[in-house]
């Protein structure tokens, strides 16, 4: 199919590009994530606005028996909430023909905070799952070009934060991690794509979908196609045998599918196959929903390093309380899950539905009071975070090595 990805309304010369308010108040773009509401973005106007489509409890219960195996809680909490082609990548699965997954993460900073974890923790239960290859995109050039951030600096923290990735539990065997700046550097068909990309996509569509202006740098303007790349199986040739045809599945934050509505208008005219997708919502700010979490501010954060006091203390003073503003006015009209910091955490990181359930029962009720809740939620997260400082420390420079390191992975190809 050759029609166009983004949705007709967006393609009138008077929209701006995706960096634009929608009517109700949010913005949502690959460098921006904010919302006027309390209860953060309007989803459901989202997938509407990038053409995207929901994931229906139909599509769920496909992939149960697909699968064979369970739901992860982030899908059936519709944390995981938007697909482009998910159930042709269930088509391609139970005929036994292969795929592979590509996530990536823009180094930014040393220290990776929760949110940068859902992807991760999702593709790892994709990649447990479905048994497949899988590539993860470092892209230090795209920090470098956007940040404050020297070319090296940019490149060591691709090395930093793939200790964290890796401390996720992916298969080394079927898990190659990259840096743009290593990988593009040594790969001719990693680059002959990226100029097959550059070549279909118009300055003016890129304006359109990302909002570029004249003051923008070329090297920008020109990125989109270096995120593209990894989604044609044929970049990979030392995995995939330089084959073109090998599906790919994205799991990624919503706020990249501009990224993909670009690859997914670019494959048919170069003969390869579109690469699905599978969109998480944000990882709201301990301040609220507002805004998701942000590396740059440490009190918006919960990060991968901070020790079991600091996170005890920052959800004491910061995660935002959908309470009553006393104890009587709570015990009286209950708490607001839908804007409560804690609860909205414990969604992503509790995973007893059991033990989640009652808590909104309670808190809704008034039976359950912040301070509670808090408590459930600092006593979640120390030792999921104290367990994730043990796996990294685990991760040697040699481990790392051998994950970035170009190779054939345990993969089938000639099916
Ligand atoms: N641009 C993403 C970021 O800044 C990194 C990225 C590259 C990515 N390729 C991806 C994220 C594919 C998700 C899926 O974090």
Same mark, same amino acid.
């Given at each position: 199919m050759a029609e166009n990805e983004t949705p007709k309304p967006e393609q009138s010369p008077s929209v701006e590009g995706e960096d634009v308010e929608n009517e109700s108040g949010d913005v949502v773009d690959p460098w921006t994530v904010t919302s006027?509401?309390?209860?953060?973005?309007d989803y459901d106007k989202l997938i509407t606005r990038f053409g995207s489509q929901k994931i229906e409890p139909e599509l769920l219960q496909r992939m149960e028996k697909v699968t064979g195996k369970p739901l992860h809680h982030l899908l059936k909490r519709e944390i995981f909430f938007s697909q482009r082609d998910l159930s042709q990548i269930l088509d391609s699965y139970e005929q036994g023909k292969p795929f592979f997954l590509y996530t990536g993460r823009?180094?930014?900073?040393e220290a990776m905070h929760l949110g940068h974890l859902i992807p991760f923790i999702f593709t790892k239960y994709l990649q447990d799952t479905f048994d497949v290859p899988l590539v993860i995109q470092m892209t230090d050039d795209e920090k470098f070009l956007w940040r404050d951030l020297s070319i090296e600096e940019a490149h060591r923290l691709a090395y930093e934060n793939a200790k964290d990735i890796i401390a996720c539990g992916f298969d080394i065997k079927k898990t190659f991690i990259f840096s743009d700046i290593d990988y593009i550097g040594s790969s001719s068909d990693f680059y002959m794509n990226m100029l097959r990309i550059q070549r279909c996509v118009t300055f003016s569509q890129v304006r359109a979908i990302?909002? /570029?202006?004249? #003051?923008?740098s070329i090297g920008k303007i020109s990125f989109p196609a270096i995120q593209a790349a990894?989604? /044609?199986?044929? #970049?990979?040739p030392q995995i995939f045998?330089?084959?073109?045809?090998i599906a790919c599945l994205i799991p990624c934050?919503?706020?990249?599918d501009p990224y993909f509505r670009m690859t997914r208008d670019a494959a048919p005219k170069l003969g390869y196959p579109k690469p699905a997708l599978i969109h998480s919502q944000f990882f709201p700010a301990l301040q609220g929903a507002q805004t998701k979490m942000s590396a740059s501010d440490p009190t918006s954060s919960i990060f991968l390093t901070d020790s079991d006091a600091d996170i005890k203390t920052k959800i004491e003073k910061?995660?935002?309380?959908?309470?009553?503003?006393t104890v009587e006015e709570h015990r009286e009209k209950g708490g607001d899950c839908e804007i409560d910091i804690s609860y909205q955490y414990l969604k992503f990181f509790m995973e007893d539905d059991e033990k989640l359930q009652q808590l909104k029962q309670d808190y809704t009720s008034g039976k359950l009071l912040t301070g509670e809740l808090k408590k459930v939620l600092i006593d979640t997260l120390q030792p999921l975070i104290r367990k994730h400082r043990e796996k990294r420390a685990e991760v040697t420079n040699e481990i790392v090595k051998e994950f970035m390191t170009p190779r054939k992975l345990d993969f089938d190809y000639s099916k």
């Amino acid at each position: 199919m050759a029609e166009n990805e983004t949705p007709k309304p967006e393609q009138s010369p008077s929209v701006e590009g995706e960096d634009v308010e929608n009517e109700s108040g949010d913005v949502v773009d690959p460098w921006t994530v904010t919302s006027k509401s309390a209860k953060g973005v309007d989803y459901d106007k989202l997938i509407t606005r990038f053409g995207s489509q929901k994931i229906e409890p139909e599509l769920l219960q496909r992939m149960e028996k697909v699968t064979g195996k369970p739901l992860h809680h982030l899908l059936k909490r519709e944390i995981f909430f938007s697909q482009r082609d998910l159930s042709q990548i269930l088509d391609s699965y139970e005929q036994g023909k292969p795929f592979f997954l590509y996530t990536g993460r823009g180094p930014s900073s040393e220290a990776m905070h929760l949110g940068h974890l859902i992807p991760f923790i999702f593709t790892k239960y994709l990649q447990d799952t479905f048994d497949v290859p899988l590539v993860i995109q470092m892209t230090d050039d795209e920090k470098f070009l956007w940040r404050d951030l020297s070319i090296e600096e940019a490149h060591r923290l691709a090395y930093e934060n793939a200790k964290d990735i890796i401390a996720c539990g992916f298969d080394i065997k079927k898990t190659f991690i990259f840096s743009d700046i290593d990988y593009i550097g040594s790969s001719s068909d990693f680059y002959m794509n990226m100029l097959r990309i550059q070549r279909c996509v118009t300055f003016s569509q890129v304006r359109a979908i990302f909002g /570029f202006n004249d #003051s923008d740098s070329i090297g920008k303007i020109s990125f989109p196609a270096i995120q593209a790349a990894p989604s /044609f199986s044929n #970049s990979f040739p030392q995995i995939f045998g330089g084959k073109t045809d090998i599906a790919c599945l994205i799991p990624c934050a919503i706020d990249q599918d501009p990224y993909f509505r670009m690859t997914r208008d670019a494959a048919p005219k170069l003969g390869y196959p579109k690469p699905a997708l599978i969109h998480s919502q944000f990882f709201p700010a301990l301040q609220g929903a507002q805004t998701k979490m942000s590396a740059s501010d440490p009190t918006s954060s919960i990060f991968l390093t901070d020790s079991d006091a600091d996170i005890k203390t920052k959800i004491e003073k910061y995660a935002y309380s959908g309470g009553g503003a006393t104890v009587e006015e709570h015990r009286e009209k209950g708490g607001d899950c839908e804007i409560d910091i804690s609860y909205q955490y414990l969604k992503f990181f509790m995973e007893d539905d059991e033990k989640l359930q009652q808590l909104k029962q309670d808190y809704t009720s008034g039976k359950l009071l912040t301070g509670e809740l808090k408590k459930v939620l600092i006593d979640t997260l120390q030792p999921l975070i104290r367990k994730h400082r043990e796996k990294r420390a685990e991760v040697t420079n040699e481990i790392v090595k051998e994950f970035m390191t170009p190779r054939k992975l345990d993969f089938d190809y000639s099916k």
